[in-house]
């Protein structure tokens, strides 16, 4: 534009010389036109020289060695991929024009978009990378989409992709939100590399042991105005502290030095078991929400993370860990901290163990952390066994397992013990063993239903109490009426319900059944009950408590013994209750009933529940040749009391499962 101004500008000088006065149109002589020719043509090469020489220099500065820009997109923070560094793989004139074509649909979208003022469609919205990175970035955007469909979309095909390069794993790890790595964790099956390992912890004094800084950190969460449990623990565990750091320095314990072999060992020894002292102390703690804060203000979220990866081989204090992390998960304020301590791989780890105890905690700590698709929370003792991971299928009804008397949430329904070796051709081509049959048989079987188990303490005597303050909070009404908020919590009442129950476990859910009939807030628990299964329940009482009554001054029966005496008014009262609840409601009842004594010691046999103690009264009594603590687990899958038991479940549930 300039040369062309410039050539005008000389032909109106040209064309006015020479004639004085006013301009008048003349004619330009040819060797006029030669003269301008000669100078804008000498300019216009010159110009067209210049562009070239600055063009091919600029062009020679910024020049990148492609190769090894290709190979560094390829490397990680974590893992290195060897692809091919070919050029002539991605230069192809096919692969340039469908970029430069992709590039120009794109600016015409774009410019559509704004024209139109609508948003542009995200898909279109990536960069012009080679297929499998365009895909992976959309869906991490998607990931943070405020979509909620849109966001849980991505993260499960995040998931189900098996066919990610090592680098592609890394890249999701260090780039996803808190919110996506949860999801991930939740989704079966999930490739570990998507999650980034623990951080480095904090270095710590060398004079300093786990036990002390267990202690400092006990010492240092609130001890007022607190639960007289939570006390309780706390004291102890201060107390076993106390006695180890004194056996180590040569008294209290030693009698007088170290130089007993005696008191070595004894020095020793105490170290895991003071470990475990100090984590119930913490898992009574994390159970109130003000102390929660204050374990991770005092860095407990990295103190944890550094025992749980140095006791690698105690199953019982990583358990322990894991459930603190579970309530400590009910606070949403803390999942950030929680994330960044680098929890969220340990517990899609521990997700994939085949030990039903472990999994079923960090289900528990997952489901409270994800807030995407869990609306429920689970407080301390209550345990989702199915569904475990994030869904598609809609859950229909629940299933809810209460256990009994020194039972637990899994133990009490895994499958019957068999000696394989007394019973070789009995364990030949048998399916593999159940550590928990409702977690395995009937998740397989109902897949449309969500199985809860339920665990509270419970002892035969006080010498074991696990909290031997406030004897009344062991009492079937106490229980009834801290389970009902747990399960109210946790969405029971939301769905059609049917409760299974062994031993006093039975008694209860009668007792929270009438409870919830008497509290408007728990009516839904009441008004969607379809069903109840009882095995072995002592209705009118059991010989066990006559037993231990009769060996109080050895025993000291618990109150939980003490209230299955035979004929007792409260039970007879909680029993008339019940039934006239029971048949207000229709509810539909199946009984098991035990046929056989069970081994109390090596001298003693005991018929825990006689049949007529197991007689309720309403629905159908079943006898079965088992003992008491036999009854509720089924030798193996096609065994009557389990086919019996499913039967019964797919019954009531007809209408919801849609058989």
Not at 9 to 28: M, N
């Amino acid at each position: 534009m300039s040369v062309a101004a410039y050539c005008i500008f000389c032909y109106r000088q040209i064309g006015t010389i020479g004639t004085p006065g006013p301009a008048t149109k003349t004619h330009l002589p040819w060797h006029d036109i030669r003269k301008i020719a000669k100078v804008t043509g000498s300019l216009i090469l010159g110009g067209f020289v210049f562009i070239t020489y600055e063009v091919l220099s600029l062009k020679k500065l910024l020049q990148i060695d492609t190769q090894a820009l290709h190979q560094e997109k390829l490397k990680s923070y974590i893992y290195v991929h060897t692809g091919s560094l070919n050029q002539s793989e991605y230069q192809g004139i096919t692969y340039q024009a469908r970029k430069e074509i992709h590039k120009a649909v794109r600016k015409i979208l774009e410019t559509e978009a704004k024209f139109f003022r609508r948003p542009f469609k995200e898909q279109f919205s990536t960069f012009d990378g080679e297929d499998h990175e365009c895909a992976l970035w959309l869906l991490l955007k998607r990931t943070q989409s405020e979509d909620k469909e849109v966001r849980l979309q991505a993260v499960q095909d995040l998931a189900n992709n098996s066919h990610w390069h090592g680098y592609q794993y890394g890249t999701v790890a260090q780039t996803c939100d808190e919110r996506t790595a949860i999801g991930l964790a939740r989704s079966k099956d999930i490739n570990l590399r998507f999650f980034l390992p623990p951080p480095p912890l904090p270095k710590v004094k060398n004079d300093y042991t786990i036990e002390d800084e267990l202690r400092l950190l006990l010492v240092s969460l609130p001890q007022t105005y607190l639960d007289p449990c939570v006390q309780h623990f706390t004291s102890l565990a201060l107390r076993e502290s106390s006695q180890i750091l004194a056996a180590q320095r040569g008294g209290l314990w030693c009698f007088g030095g170290n130089g007993l072999p005696y008191c070595e060992t004894l020095s020793k020894i105490p170290s895991e078991t003071v470990e475990l002292f100090c984590l119930q102390a913490l898992v009574q703690h994390s159970k109130v929400s003000s102390h929660c804060d204050k374990i991770e203000a005092k860095g407990g979220l990295q103190l944890l993370q550094r025992i749980y990866q140095l006791r690698k081989d105690s199953a019982k204090i990583q358990r322990n860990i894991i459930r603190i992390i579970g309530n400590m998960a009910l606070d949403e304020r803390l999942h950030a901290s929680i994330v960044r301590a680098g929890w969220i791989s340990v517990l899609a780890e521990v997700m994939k163990s085949p030990h039903v105890i472990q999994s079923s905690h960090a289900a528990r700590a997952l489901a409270n952390l994800d807030r995407d698709t869990v609306k429920e929370k689970y407080l301390d003792g209550v345990y989702v066994l199915h569904p475990q991971y994030r869904t598609s299928q809609p859950i229909k009804a629940d299933i809810l397992f209460v256990h009994g008397l020194l039972g637990a949430a899994f133990k009490t329904w895994r499958q019957q013990d068999i000696d394989r070796r007394l019973d070789k051709k009995a364990s030949e081509g048998q399916e593999e063993y159940s550590q928990c049959w409702p977690k395995t048989w009937l998740a397989s079987d109902c897949p449309a239903l969500r199985v809860i188990s339920v665990e509270y303490d419970t002892d035969l005597s006080d010498w074991k109490a696990k909290c031997p303050v406030e004897a009344h909070r062991k009492s079937i009404a106490y229980r009834s009426n801290e389970l009902l908020d747990k399960l109210r919590a946790a969405g029971i009442g939301d769905r059609p319900l049917v409760w299974v129950s062994h031993s006093m476990g039975g008694l209860l859910v009668k007792k929270m059944l009438v409870d919830a009939s008497k509290n408007p807030e728990m009516e839904k628990i009441v008004n969607n009950t379809r069903g109840i299964i009882f095995y072995s329940v002592p209705h009118h009482g059991s010989q066990l408590a006559e037993y231990s009554m009769n060996a109080r001054y050895l025993l000291f029966p618990s109150v939980e013994v003490k209230e299955l005496s035979k004929d007792s008014p409260a039970l007879k009262e909680l029993n008339d209750d019940f039934l006239s609840l029971a048949k207000d409601k229709k509810f539909s009842v199946l009984s098991f009933a035990e046929t056989l004594p069970t081994h109390i010691s090596s001298m003693i046999k005991l018929h825990i529940v006689p049949l007529e103690s197991a007689k309720l009264g309403i629905g159908d009594l079943i006898p079965v040749d088992v003992n008491h603590l036999n009854i509720c687990k089924p030798k193996k899958k096609d065994a009557f009391l389990y086919q019996h038991t499913l039967k019964f479940i797919q019954d009531v549930l007809a209408q919801e499962l849609g058989d």
